[in-house]
């Protein structure tokens, strides 16, 4: 029946969305703009850095979407969407026109927040590695460059922000690296948080398996960074009572909704998209829904996983509201696993409905992994971690 969806950004969320909507409704077209001709995951890419996986191993391609699902990808970046024209504009030249448009493009940094002295011109030396690729490689070779007896210092960065143990599993990743090559050297997070996911499960992951390898110094000690030297790789924190010198620096900055979702209007005072929560359609230009990252989704974290969960829903939603039919009654999942080493596991899940106006965790559904399990339990959910990136691969790009 010819009707046109667009979808921009093919990671997560959109490449889910651009799937199912396809597998709801086979006659619709469907059209993925993605800048990039291979995605690498940012789950895995800390494993990356732990030195067992190479970067091909988290590389995915866009061939199934085109060849198996019919989608039309096109391989170019969105720079003006046009949502009372109901059209947006592609770097190359060419303007595609929609009935519904479906945003998941990720995040972008908030430099004008982020430590004096860091800049996206600075990412080249003191890399974030919060978006997977180049940067993960850069990170990569620093690591593998440091002495034994090496200093990494990582910032972490302040709520909210993709993947709450995200830089905690990195520590780990690192720690595991310096275990088994560098067993000199040290792991210091810096962090403006008091606390952070699962942390009782990492701090004993982190005791049983490195000793004291890993400090974490959390915002009621003085982590909060307000300045890097980034010649010098010298850290500041505490309004400068604190200096640290580092080998390696990974500094994350504060994050923000990605910048074409700022660009077209479809953002808040805190830079997040905020949507309706049941249909994901965006509380500014309804006809636009935003996942992923950019949205505010209510009790559901930024990870890839919500992302995936949400593609699904808003391609129902999108079906169904073609065809004059409610939306779906939304029913998500997340579930974010996380290696402290190749065989210690730990992992948190939960389930989400649309209640009153917002998503909101089931009582007494999901939870986090016991805390006196064994390491045979541990080895099982490492096991379950890259299950769990092996099936979510496939069912967003396979
Ligand atoms: P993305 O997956 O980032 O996709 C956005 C896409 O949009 C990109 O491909 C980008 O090129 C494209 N894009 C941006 N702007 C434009 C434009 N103007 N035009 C066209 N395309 C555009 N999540 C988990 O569930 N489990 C994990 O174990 C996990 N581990 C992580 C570890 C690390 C170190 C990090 C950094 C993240 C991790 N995450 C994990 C989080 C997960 O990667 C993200 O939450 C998820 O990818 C978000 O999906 P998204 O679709 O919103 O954005």
Redesign the pocket.
């Known amino acids: 029946n010819g009707e046109h969806i667009v979808v921009?950004?093919?990671?997560?969320?959109?490449a889910t969305a651009a799937k199912y909507l396809r597998r709801f409704d086979p006659n619709l077209q469907v059209t993925l703009?993605?800048?990039?001709a291979t995605?690498h995951?940012?789950?895995g890419?800390?494993w990356v850095l732990g030195g067992f996986r190479q970067m091909d191993q988290i590389a995915q391609s866009y061939q199934a979407l085109r060849d198996t699902h019919g989608i039309n990808v096109i391989q170019d970046?969105?720079t003006a969407i046009e949502p009372d024209a109901h059209q947006v504009r592609l770097a190359g030249g060419r303007t595609l026109s929609y009935q519904k448009l479906v945003l998941?493009?990720?995040?972008d940094f908030d430099w004008e927040a982020a430590a004096e002295g860091t800049s996206e011109a600075t990412a080249d030396r003191i890399p974030h590695?919060?978006?997977?690729g180049p940067q993960t490689q850069i990170l990569r070779r620093q690591l593998e460059a440091m002495p034994n007896g090496g200093v990494f210092i990582m910032v972490a960065p302040p709520n909210p922000f993709?993947?709450p143990p995200?830089p905690y599993?990195?520590a780990s990743m690192v720690a595991h690296y310096f275990k088994t090559h560098k067993p000199r050297s040290k792991v210091l997070i810096l962090d403006v948080k008091e606390g952070f996911s699962k942390q009782g499960l990492f701090m004993g992951g982190w005791e049983a398996n490195y000793g004291d390898m890993i400090e974490w110094v959390g915002g009621d000690r003085g982590g909060m960074v307000n300045r890097v030297d980034v010649a010098n790789r010298t850290v500041f924190s505490d309004d400068g009572l604190n200096r640290y010198r580092g080998d390696v620096i990974n500094y994350i900055p504060p994050q923000k909704a990605?910048q074409?979702a700022h660009d077209a209007g479809l953002t808040n005072e805190a830079g997040w998209c905020p949507v309706d929560q049941r249909t994901f359609a965006s509380s500014i230009h309804p006809d636009v829904h935003v996942?992923?990252?950019?949205s505010v989704a209510g009790a559901m974290p930024?990870?890839?996983?919500?992302?995936n969960s949400q593609g699904k829903l808003v391609a129902a939603a999108i079906v169904n509201g073609l065809r004059g039919i409610d939306a779906p009654e939304p029913s998500m999942v997340n579930t974010?696993?996380?290696l402290i080493t190749p065989d210690w596991g730990i992992s948190v899940a939960a389930v989400y409905r649309y209640d009153d106006g917002s998503i909101r965790g089931v009582e007494g559904s999901g939870g986090v992994s016991p805390a006196d399990a064994d390491r045979e339990f541990r080895r099982r959910e490492a096991d379950y971690t890259r299950g769990w990136y092996r099936s979510i691969t496939t069912d967003i790009w396979g």
């Open positions: 921009v950004g093919g990671g997560s969320g959109g703009v993605e800048p990039n995605y995951t940012c789950y890419s800390n970046r969105v998941s493009p990720g995040i590695a919060w978006k997977a993709r993947c995200g599993e990195r990605a074409i996942i992923g990252d950019s930024k990870s890839g996983h919500s992302a974010c696993y996380s």
